[in-house]
C-alpha cells in the first residue's frame, strides 16, 4: 500500500523529538542533531521534471510581464492625473 504524502509528520519523528528534547544535549550534539534533520529534509525534496520546470518558468515570465503591463498602465493613468491636478511646469 501506497503512503499518503502529507505535511503531518510520522509517528517515529514525532517519537524521535520527544525523546531528543528529553535529552539534555551538548553544542555538538545539537549541530550533529541539526546536520542528521537536514538530510533527512532534503531526502524528501523532489526536484521537477524538465517539462515542470519548462512549464513553470513559462507561468512566472507571463505574470510578469502582465504584473509590469498593469503597473506600467497605473503608472501612466497616475501621472495623467498629476498633470491634470497640478498642470504642466513649463
Known sequence: MARKVIDEPSEDVVANAKK??????????????????????LKKVVTPTRKELLSYTGVVLVFVVIMMALVSLLDWIFGLGVFWVFGNPA
Open 20 to 41: 531528543d528534547r528529553a535529552a539534555k544535549r551538548g553544542p555538538f550534539a545539537r549541530i550533529a542533531l541539526f546536520i542528521r534533520q537536514v538530510f533527512g529534509e
